[in-house]
């Protein structure tokens, strides 16, 4: 089987952080050459961009309302692996955190407890926050002030999102993975949970294909739709047109992505910007 991988930077991102999504697609592929499993790539993906303070997860990850840095990780393979944090804080990677979730009896941990399970297995303490996440932070408690934050309100029309990271590999012994990573979005109460560690909703694995979801969380769990995505692939549509499907189900006015592999290739589409990149190209 030909491997394949596709990452992305979250639905809102700038075209320019497309150098984060390569670097992140090329360290995936790395594992996948030397025989590794889709799970591992996606894995070492995400990795790649929690650590990029460009990107809304990990090192530079948005905060809640009251200032805390909360975020959701998860990861699903096709032989139905699943492990996810939700709500975690001061860790640099989540995702290695859901990665432990899932080699425990649990498939999702959250809050307080996601953190001492972290602890308990040797995961430092790290503060994500940086100098831009306080000032997005600052802007938001702005808005909120002024009476400008019915964004939220106004089902989100016209805002810059940046959302969250997320990587889908095939690897050569056919397995498929899929992988995500978030700090939420702007005007978060403290332990909000997104879809991002939902199964069917922020993602999904299974025989047919992988697939990731980005966007605004509480749309993409009514919908379910990694699970949506991953049903119109098995259904014989392509991973690109599974993944436009997918986008039809939302009106323009709530940001939303999504990327896919199956056996033949990957997809994408996203209703906003969104910096993305797959390997092998085309
Ligand atoms: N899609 C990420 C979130 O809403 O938290």
Do not use: L, R
């Given at each position: 089987m030909r491997p394949l991988i596709a990452t992305h930077c979250g639905?809102?991102?700038?075209?320019?952080?497309r150098d984060v999504a390569e670097k992140s697609a090329a360290a995936g592929m790395k594992v996948l050459r030397r025989g590794g499993s889709a799970l591992d790539a996606v894995e070492e993906a995400i990795v790649v961009l929690e650590d990029d303070p460009r990107t809304n997860t990990g090192i530079g990850a948005r905060r809640r309302v009251d200032g805390t840095v909360q975020m959701d990780a998860a990861l699903m393979d096709s032989r139905m692996n699943i492990g996810g944090v939700a709500a975690i804080m001061n860790v640099r990677n989540p995702i290695r955190v859901a990665r432990l979730v899932m080699d425990s009896p649990h498939v999702l941990l959250a809050g307080d407890g996601a953190i001492l399970f972290a602890r308990q297995h040797g995961v430092p303490f790290f503060d994500p926050s940086n100098k831009e996440s306080e000032e997005k932070w600052r802007d938001a408690l702005a808005k909120i002030e002024s009476g400008d934050v019915p964004e939220w309100a106004a089902k989100w029309r016209g805002f810059r999102f940046r959302d969250t990271v997320g990587a889908v590999a095939l690897d050569k012994n056919g397995d498929f993975a899929a992988g995500s990573s978030t700090g939420g979005h702007p005007y978060m109460l403290p332990g909000r949970v997104g879809d991002s560690p939902i199964v069917g909703a922020g993602l999904y694995a299974g025989p047919r294909g992988a697939v990731i979801a980005t966007g605004v969380g509480e749309e993409i769990i009514r919908v379910v739709l990694s699970k949506a995505v991953y049903d119109h692939i098995e259904s014989k549509h392509t991973a690109m047109n599974a993944c436009i499907s997918g986008i039809k189900l939302f009106t323009d006015t709530v940001p939303v992505g999504v990327i896919a592999v199956d056996r033949k290739g990957w997809g994408e589409c996203c209703n906003r910007d969104m910096a993305w990149a797959a390997l092998p190209r085309r």
């Open positions: 639905s809102g991102s700038d075209k320019k952080m």
